[in-house]
């Protein structure tokens, strides 16, 4: 990972990371996911299916849900560092 800024939840970015990994079974540590890299294509090179396995990990890990018609989720799903802000922000566990 990159060095953040100091408002980063680097402890919540990394579990974050985890869950993707775990739950997609990627060959990748997830210290080595580039926290501004997208999500999507370039990047861990995830799709739509993937993206809907993470919100669902998400959802039951952190209490809240990730809707598909929400939209901002261009913008959440567009990096682990946005996802973990928008964790941060809506967890309720």
Known sequence: MTTGTPNDDLPLMHEVAELIVSALNLEVAAGDIDP?????????????????EI???????????????????????????????HVAANRQQ
Request: no cysteine; proline share 4%.
């Open 55 to 85: 919100a669902m990990v998400i959802s039951k890990r952190y209490g809240f849900p990730l809707r598909s018609d929400n939209e901002d989720n261009v913008r959440i799903f567009s990096s682990l560092r946005h996802l973990t802000q």
């Open 36 to 52: 501004d890299a997208p999500l999507f294509g370039e990047g861990l090179g995830l799709d739509s299916i993937d993206i809907l």
